[in-house]
């Protein structure tokens, strides 16, 4: 009922988005048939004041028989855990694109305290490469595990994405309150990391 904002389901009844452009209204999700259904939000749950993080709550659970899929959340809280990964980050009006995860910062005391910088990836022909615009807010980031994706961030300003990971308690908790558990999806560490990981031999 916004236009063109996006938002991630993570339960039956739950979706995330950015607190600061919140999806009200109604919003549509497609089902693994191809079908559109539209359901009517609720309300919106907020987490403490340290993050762009905002869980919308639909008025009735999705039925199974509307075949609509939600994903499972990144849970490891640590940044580092992450750098190098290469990402797949929507905006609006469905458009998506690759990006590689270069950083975290720490940027607007009170509002994000933590978030990802793109680095883009203009390696085709027409571009393939992520660059925020006005209007992208809440919408997805998602690292591909196993051939599913699992959600890892959402857009918050410029080409930097807020990191629900690092919140992941704390929205768990929302969804509990409505008798959901929050799925956890393990995550494989990236190449930064792994170099990190690696122990180094000795000479005897």
Wanted: glycine share 12%.
């Amino acid at each position: 009922a916004d236009g063109g904002k996006t938002v991630a389901l993570i339960s039956p009844k739950h979706f995330l988005g950015a607190k600061h452009w919140q999806l009200k209204g109604s919003v549509s999700f497609m089902g693994r048939d191809g079908t559109v259904h539209r359901y009517e939000v609720e309300r919106h749950e907020t987490l403490s004041k340290d993050n762009d993080i905002s869980i919308g709550v639909l008025k009735n659970p999705i039925p199974a028989a509307d075949k609509i899929a939600f994903y499972g959340v990144a849970a490891v809280p640590t940044p580092d855990w992450y750098l190098g990964r290469t990402a797949i980050s929507f905006g609006k009006n469905g458009k998506a694109g690759r990006t590689v995860i270069k950083s975290f910062r720490t940027y607007e005391p009170g509002h994000v305290i933590l978030a990802f910088m793109h680095d883009r990836l203009p390696d085709e022909p027409q571009g393939d490469g992520v660059k925020g615009v006005s209007g992208d807010s809440g919408a997805p980031s998602f690292l591909v595990e196993g051939g599913q994706l699992v959600l890892f961030g959402h857009h918050a300003q410029n080409v930097q994405d807020s990191f629900p990971a690092g919140h992941f308690m704390q929205v768990a908790a929302i969804l509990a309150k409505d008798g959901y558990q929050l799925k956890p999806a393990p995550v494989t560490p990236g190449p930064e990391m792994v170099s990190r990981m690696k122990v180094p031999k000795t000479s005897r």
